[in-house]
């Protein structure tokens, strides 16, 4: 009984396994060559649909940098029916003559003509049926309307392929380009880490399989990859990144028709706000133009960068390809320097500001109270001429000098002998307390140190000890003291705020821990808290108000009257042949300051007339900032 | 357990299997080879760029050559422990392993719960416990302890004489079913139910019982379809219906998938060289549609080969069924024969249009641990009933 039953299964079994053997010689023997047919003739293939870039805003909202999508139109020789009737269809769809679509076919063949120049018959038959075949631009940048008008009528228009371009646009051009950054072309060691780090992988939605990934990164998809070169494109381009998104596309080689079968739809990447007003930035590039020199303007109270210039910039829509030779040499110019940041990235001698570290320093270590007086007759000593006030090339003095007015009038008598009093170590200590010497830890790249010298250092530099004249020269800010702007722009915040050393950046609310019990957030752009004693920082901006407010102040009379602004010029000597470097340092308002500033221009001349007048603007921009 | 392992061992049973593993190894490599040969000239056809030849595409390629080489290199691996495994298998007496045969059906089935609760997702489904750098898949061995399990309580003829007492075998089905359901994992459950069908014949149960029994199911099963059914797999159903309409990539990968096996023509592309580009766009070319690529590289002839590689097992082992006169082992190759041609019948005819697109591997051939694994252990089962026909045993009849 259950014998004959296995039976019945392998008769069974013979069954299931013969209709599939039927099956198989009906597909593969009797329907092979059309199937074999129909494999040569379609063509499948993976296009990535690449995603868009998240957006940078200013502090507002306002989009400073946005990527945009333009479509190129591509010829494939090999696949054009009617070549009269597409040039009609095209020129009518372009709304051009027809003789200008006719015009670019033509020197397409104008190019085979000269790749086949001298060349054998079988290489001409060769190079022409690549030609045949291989894509070829001809218009960019056409309108979306036109682009799917062709997407949609692929076999009116067999042969032209629409291919969609992703381009980043800077749209106020080189506003803010060292705080923007830009894209650039990944070099083959880039290419090589993001390799390795799995870069690519993390660019494509989750939903797109390991060996789809494989397939693209063969053919060398992500080889023309950009990423960011500097500033906010560089330090959030991960953040920036979309994921690309992935379509499936068959065409059909015989009937030259494609359909697209599937779609893995991309997502764009995170939009990031900076700290920057767009209103203020404007003002401040147009107070640099046509100079060489920075200007930053930030919170005093809790470091939001609220405009950074420096000149000369560049256009970042220039740096994508094509890249022109004329701006290659542009930012190559050494000289120009146009890709450094000056702002962070320059080091200078700073002059008179650093008299406001001198007087600290001296009130801090209790050399002197703010009464303390020095009679200023021109020199600081009969003996030497070398060590002059200011007011010596004049046939002046200032007389007998006080805190207040030794910085209203920038006397540098006064400063020599507290500088003096106080020493070099003093002086060095308090210069490292308000930021100098260090960098501000700014969420920029390329933050240069600065330098405060100090007895060991002018040993090795120098070979020589550590002289009076070079403590002298310490307390008005000349000799081996090397500052960025961003420093300087710190240490009068500190001097607002009344001693918060804070920390610079530009990305607004980022890396914000928020305590989980409910506690208001940690402010960690707090990066310490000076010690000094309290009359110290409110006789020095009374000081700073003066020098702005008072007549014989150096910043006086030059339209900033009527704005609360207090400050301090600076002339820092370059050499005896070169022009100095103007220096105007300041912040506002006097009573409640909301945020400080530093303009520098290069060889600009005085502080006075060489910076200062390029403040009113500012301020007046700045101070409407909500 | 015996001392005297017996030395004639059945060859048209053990040669099939071993043909098959060997072709599935070689079909896996060639499912990689073609892969980075033809991308390069592709990329260079369509897109126009010279880069396929720049140095950096050169080391990707190599890349992706090791990527796809640990596909191969992982099945070897499988195979070398299911070879273990099967001899293993032969060394003890199957008889004895009936007696753990319920222990093994709750224990499988006890890890089929565990993967729901932890398993981890991957594809949307979860089938699998993660084991170090391999995954354990617990249906593949389910079908293996459920087969045990049905020829246990089936083997004393009297378990079946009523329609009441189907309630045993179709609750011991069940349970399993809806686990992997649950995973979910349609294809898997599709070959519970014939194997509990053939099995019950094959115990004897009345054919008008039986009859009875796959008339209720169908109604359950299609009441199912309505509201149980993901999307997703209804899709599948209704691509193997119309793959010309079908929505999704479903149609597209059973006529991709025609076009690479009938392209195949009599003798085929050769080894390595399948380019249909059909098999480029089906993530499972190594693994669910491995037979494409066999049917695409050796043509009609080779796909015929493999053919008749399984009906020879098939024939051989139910060959033994038919011989031996001890019930349980009687049943467990009819079972296990059942599962093993359910899965080749649905999987081969997949790939060529009729069979729905299920995730069912082929046995001997995908790739993928636990289904060589449970290919092995089955294959092993029924060698060792086989072995058991030779006199020197006592043989049991319990009809």
Known sequence: MSQRRIILLIVLIIGLLGILEVRLFSLQMISGSYYREQAQKRTTRIELIPALRGKIRDRHGRPLVQDTISFDLYLVPREVDDRVKLVKDLSLLLKTEPAKVESELLTLDLKLKTLAENKTPSQIKKITREHQRQIHKIFSNISFEVASEIESASDRFSGIIVKEKKQRRYLYQDLACHTVGYMKQMNETEYRDALAADYFRKGLVDSIDESLYHILLERGEFMDDQIGGIGVEKICNDLLNGRHGLKLIERDLVKKQQRELNRIAPEPGADIFLTIDLTLQKAVEDALKNKTGSIVVMDVNNGEILALASHPAFDPNKLQRPVLQETVNYMNDLKLAPGLNRVIGGAYPLGSIFKLITAVAALEEQKITTATSFNCDGYFSRSSKYFKCWVAEYQREHGMMNLENGIQHSCNVYFFNIGKNTGVDGIGKWARNFGFGQTSRIDLIGEKEGLVPDQPYHLGRHKKKWYLADTLNLSIGQGDLMVTPLQVCRMMAAVANNGSLVRPHVLKNQAQPRSNQGQPPVDNYLERKIDLLSQSLSAIKKALYKVVHESGGTAHGLGLDDLPVAGKTSTAQTGSTTAPHAWFAGFAPYDNPRFAFVIMVEKGGKGSAGAAVLAPEIITQALNIK | ?399
């Open chain 2, 1 to 399: 357990m015996s001392e005297t392992i017996p030395v004639r061992l059945n060859w048209l049973l053990i040669l099939p299997v071993f043909l098959l593993v060997l072709i599935g190894v070689l079909a896996i490599w060639s499912a990689g080879a073609p892969f980075t040969q033809r991308l390069i000239s592709s990329s260079a056809e369509t897109a126009g760029e010279n880069i396929g030849s720049s140095p950096t595409a050169i080391s990707v390629a190599a890349q992706i050559k090791n990527f796809l080489k640990i596909h191969v290199f992982k099945q070897l691996i499988f195979a070398v422990i299911g070879l273990v495994v099967f001899i293993f298998l032969l060394r003890i007496n199957y008889y004895v392993i009936k007696d753990y045969s319920y222990l093994i059906y709750l224990f499988i089935l006890g890890l089929l719960v565990l993967v729901i609760i932890i398993g981890r997702v991957t594809h949307g489904a979860q089938r699998w416990i993660p084991l170090g750098p391999f995954a354990l898949q617990p249906s593949e061995f389910m079908k293996i302890a459920f087969v045990m399990a049905l020829a246990r309580f089936m083997m004393f003829k009297d378990n079946v004489k009523y329609m009441a007492y189907f309630i045993g075998p179709v609750l011991l089905t069940v349970i399993p079913m809806g686990l992997i359901f649950l995973q979910p994992n349609l294809g898997t459950t599709l070959i519970f139910l014939p194997t509990l069908i053939v099995m019950l014949f094959v115990a004897g149960a009345r054919v008008k019982h039986i009859l009875i029994l796959i008339f209720t199911l169908l109604i359950l099963f299609s009441s199912g379809y309505f509201f149980v059914l993901k999307e997703y797999q209804k899709d599948r159903i209704k691509a193997f219906v119309n793959p010309t309409r079908a929505p999704s990539s479903e149609g597209f990968q059973l006529i991709q998938s025609l076009v690479a096996v009938g392209s195949g023509g009599f003798i085929g592309r050769g080894w390595g060289s399948g380019e249909s580009g059909a098999t480029l766009f089906v993530p499972e070319r190594h693994n669910d549609f491995v037979f494409t690529t066999i049917s695409e590289e050796w043509g009609f002839l080779g796909s015929s080969f493999v053919l008749g590689l399984y009906l020879l097992f098939f024939l051989s082992a139910l060959g033994s069924a038919y011989q031996t006169r001890e019930p349980f082992g009687r049943l467990l190759i009819s079972g296990l024969v059942t599962y093993l041609c359910v899965q080749t019948f649905i999987n081969i005819g997949m790939t060529i249009g009729m069979a729905p697109i299920t995730g069912i591997p082929l046995p001997f051939i995908s790739y993928g641990g636990s289904s060589l694994l449970s290919s092995f252990i089955a294959a092993g089962l029924i060698v060792n009933v086989s072995l058991k026909q030779i006199p020197s045993f006592a043989q049991r009849d319990f009809e």
